[in-house]
């Protein structure tokens, strides 16, 4: 029931979709949102809209025609309870929606992930010949931007980091540079690459890696990351907070 609640909200696209529909003639007046209960109502209505917006942009590139006309349609005769289908059979329809959908997402998936384990193995092969770049036992590539002289970290150890993570093809997808913050984490509890290769980095240091789906994300596909994809990092690591350090100590350490 949960998948096709959120189907059903296709019937309340307005906000966004009205402006689409050609045959509004009226200007609509000027929204006011000087009360709370001004401000409560259009908020509903505008998370919805941005929410089915989403949506329907990726129906669309799934391959399925959407009628923005009908959908504002079905909102409006669903407000006013003068609905030309009954709950029943709006029901089967946004089940079988809902499982066409399905079908194609999985068929887009498994297609980028062919895709990714290609491409994938093609940068491996052309990295790896790049002048300076290493490669460890387990297939992790690393370049050295920036020699560090500060200390080592163990795995056991807490880190705090400035990275820049990409795809292959040069697509950010995660970035504490972005944030403009640091990041700080257990090395322990990340992807084995980074396990790997922040261990092989001194503080100060600046390294590129790279990194096979492998020792990343394998075959998961994640909202940004397709499945079998290899990631390039450039990682810079400020700063080590040992896991034997007693906690004063640590937290001074950590203040530099």
């Known amino acids: 029931m949960k998948s096709i609640y959120k189907y059903s909200l296709v019937a309340l696209a307005v906000v966004g979709l009205s402006a689409c529909n050609q045959e509004q003639e009226a200007v609509a007046a000027p929204v006011e949102l000087n009360t709370e209960a001004?401000?409560?109502?259009?908020?509903?209505?505008a998370s919805i809209g941005t929410y089915m917006a989403g949506h329907i942009k990726e129906q669309e590139e799934l391959g399925f025609a959407v009628d923005r006309n009908l959908i504002v349609t079905g909102f409006s005769e669903g407000l006013n309870s003068e609905l030309k289908l009954t709950q029943e059979e709006m029901q089967a329809v946004l089940q079988t929606l809902d499982e066409k959908l399905n079908e194609k997402r999985q068929t887009k998936a498994a297609a980028l992930a062919e895709k990714s384990l290609a491409d994938s193995a093609a940068y491996l092969e052309t990295n790896k010949a790049k002048d300076g770049v290493v490669t460890t036992e387990s297939g992790l590539q690393y370049l050295v931007l920036t020699a560090g002289t500060g200390e080592q970290p163990v795995a056991a150890d807490t880190v705090k980091v400035h990275y820049v993570g990409t795809l292959t093809d040069g697509t950010e997808f995660d970035s504490s540079v972005a944030r403009g913050e640091p990041a700080t984490f257990g090395l322990n509890r990340?992807?084995?690459?980074?396990?790997?290769?922040?261990?092989?980095?001194?503080?100060?240091?600046?390294?590129?890696?790279?990194?096979?789906?492998?020792?990343?994300?394998?075959?998961?596909?994640?909202?940004?990351?397709?499945?079998?994809?290899?990631?390039?990092?450039?990682?810079?690591?400020?700063?080590?907070?040992?896991?034997?350090?007693?906690?004063?100590?640590?937290?001074?350490?950590?203040?530099?």
């Open 190 to 256: 990340v992807i084995p690459g980074w396990t790997e290769g922040v261990q092989l980095m001194s503080v100060g240091s600046k390294f590129k890696f790279v990194i096979p789906a492998e020792l990343a994300y394998g075959d998961r596909d994640t909202a940004t990351i397709p499945a079998n994809s290899t990631l390039v990092f450039e990682v810079e690591l400020l700063d080590i907070q040992k896991a034997d350090a007693p906690a004063a100590e640590a937290s001074a350490a950590h203040a530099h």
């Open 38 to 45: 001004q401000k409560e109502a259009y908020s509903v209505g």
